[in-house]
């Protein structure tokens, strides 16, 4: 009885939410996933057919499969710098008592009160040539031109200022939920600071670690403006990519096909993130 | 004994007697006073009233057209142009004459797509589509567009003869040129050719996203036409290896022009004229072997659902005041004959005095080419 009565309050309060996904994101993908097996026209757009060609196009032509891989290189190395910078300044958050505290955290979110793509402009300003850098390098310190814009570089720096915040208040929230006298039983068992945090404190962090970690993953896979504003046309990424294959052409189907693989990589290697990580490890 | 039949609606509705009459009436009373009373509406509940109002609005509802005052909806792009539509055609002409205009502000290509997805509705969400030339052939060929019937656009007449298109009507153009900065380049390039001497290299500089424009122009320069892309593409191929630098969008070429990143692009004359009137002073040079025109207009999809405005609108567009107002803030030029330009506007806009070849591209060639074209584009000179 009592579970019935669970399961009966589990389903109204998972319902509406439920419901709205399904029609919002499952029935457009639905239908976003029948186009990417229609076959593109240059005067009709998209003639129907069940036809696997946009599919193999993309896996057939070495150009593609470049492209995803850069987006994956991109992700895991934003990934990793995110955790890297993210982990001891959420730790030393989530421990400080300082009266402070709350001015910290609100500092960490003040860069989420600003657009993306105002923040990649604020990037242009100081990559560009003629930019702050590029002035800081010639007239003082008299070391040439620096022109940081359209590379790689600019791209990672850029989606790692946008992703940075979430990572770390993701991450704060974990360290918080962590008995702080765990770590203070560790140093009276005479266990250094270090010690004591990555014995103790990282392996109950690491399901929030993990969490931390996809979404910056996701994110990054996902990044368009950064891309197209700091990378320019001659650095490829997955999704200005799909927009190029939509906006030339109207090309639907393969835009379509694209999305479905960017969406099938980044869930494949999420998945596969979960698999690496020990299993005592796992989020119950 | 038998009831008077009366018409459908006076079952739903209330006859005029029923609602004239008051609702509450005076009544005498035994003793003297007059009480008021609540009289039962005859033949009416609230439920009647309900479905008899919601059938009769029901075409109101369906149908848009027979809503007299509906706006005119017109698909535009944002920013200046649709500022200056408002400026020089919705508020100064249509309006005065009863007519209310709506933007609906996107970019080009989904607005193609909504025209294409709601194809085989009786009633589309656009009056008028603002498209550029080329998707205007395409949407055309597609069966999409309304046939113009020119005795509504009596100022189709005065269209100059090469911009002329089944369907289209062209509102703005220019012309692609080879924009140079004056401080650093004195001699400035003649050809598109000239681009390939290693004096310019590292510093030429194009929008990436306008590159099967580009293709046309080399086209041009290699065989005079503008359809043999094979040549084209090796031109380009030459073109990227001497350093040609991609820009994201128009806007970023004029700081990489200002740092002095590049000296030289080929990009339309309306947008050196911006930059002038911005305080940049950048010169365009017709190329020598002729320029390619860029074209922008305005189509009538066949379900537009008040066609009768929209011909008005285009009729507007074509007004001589409305083409200078364009001229004036954006150096595009006017596509009728009747709207000469003087002043300032007049000696930027131009033609030098041996007067360039000006071509229109072959939209049909281009328009079956174009997705290998921006492959090729995309492959060869943005991964090369």
Known sequence: ???????????????????????????????????????????????????????????????????????????????????????????????????????????????????????????????????????????????????????????????????????????????????????EAAASMGAAPSRAFWRIVFPLALPGVTIAAVLCFILC???????????????????????????????????????????????????????????????? | MHERIRPLTSLLLPSRS????????????????????????????????????????????????SQAAEPCVVGTWGGDYARLLRENIDDPILKPAGIDIVQDVGDEDPRISKMYAQKKLPHGTVDIACVGALKGYRVVEAGLIEELDETKVPNLKHIVPNLRMPGFVPHIYSAQVLVYNPENVKEPPQSLSDLLDPKWKDKIGVVSTAGSWLMLAASQVET??????????????????????????????????????????????????MWQNGGFPVRGAFPKEGSVLYVSGMVLPKNAPDKDTAYKYM??????????????????????????????????????????????PDYASLSAALPDLNDWWLKNIQHG
């Open chain 1, 1 to 183: 009885m009592a579970e019935r009565r669970e399961a009966g309050a589990a389903l109204v309060l998972l319902g509406p939410a439920s419901l709205m996904m399904l029609l919002m994101l499952v029935v457009p993908l639905g239908f976003l996933a029948r186009d990417s097996l229609n076959r593109y026209d240059p005067t009709e757009l998209m003639i129907a057919a069940v036809t696997p060609d946009n599919y193999m196009r993309f896996f057939a032509d070495p150009f593609y499969w470049n492209v995803l891989v850069t987006t994956i290189r991109v992700s895991i190395i934003v990934t990793m710098v995110c955790l890297a910078l993210g982990l001891p300044m959420a730790w030393r958050l989530a421990r400080s008592t300082s009266r402070w505290k709350s001015a910290l955290v609100v500092l960490t979110v003040l860069p989420l009160f600003i657009g993306s793509t105002t923040r990649t402009a604020g990037w242009m300003i100081l990559f560009a040539r003629g930019g702050m850098l590029d002035i800081l390098s010639r007239d003082v310190l008299h070391a040439g031109t620096v022109n940081v814009m359209y590379s790689e570089s600019a791209v990672i720096a850029g989606i790692i200022a946008i992703i940075l915040p979430f990572t770390l208040l993701t991450l704060q929230s974990v360290f918080e939920g962590i008995d702080p006298r765990l770590e």
């Open chain 1, 221 to 284: 896979m996902n990044a368009f403006a950064t891309p197209v504003l700091l990378g320019g046309p001659r650095f490829q990424m997955m999704a200005p990519l799909l927009f190029w294959a939509f906006s030339n052409d109207n090309n639907w189907p393969f835009a379509a096909a694209i999305a479905f693989i960017l969406m099938g990589t980044t869930l494949g290697l999420t998945g596969l993130a979960n698999l690496v990580i020990p299993r005592r490890y796992h989020t119950r």
């Open chain 2, 18 to 65: 029923d609602l004239t009459q008051p609702s509450i009436t005076a009544v005498p009373c035994a003793d003297g006073q007059i009480k008021s009373a609540h009289r039962a509406p005859a033949q009416l509940s609230r439920r009647t009233l309900l479905a008899g109002t919601t059938l009769l609005a029901a075409p109101a509802i369906l149908s848009r057209r």
């Open chain 2, 224 to 273: 005079g036409t503008t359809t043999d892309f094979d040549k084209a593409k090796a031109f380009m191929l030459k073109l990227n290896a001497n350093g040609l630098r991609l820009y994201p969008q128009t806007d970023s070429l004029a700081p990489a022009f200002k740092s002095g990143e590049i000296d030289v692009s080929v990009i339309w004359l309306a947008r050196s004229f």
């Open chain 2, 315 to 360: 009729n507007a567009l074509l007004e001589p005041s409305a083409q200078q107002g364009f001229a004036a803030h954006m150096g595009y030029w006017p596509t009728v004959d009747n709207a000469p330009l003087s002043g300032a506007v007049g000696e930027q806009l131009a033609l030098p005095e041996h007067a360039p070849k000006l071509i229109a």
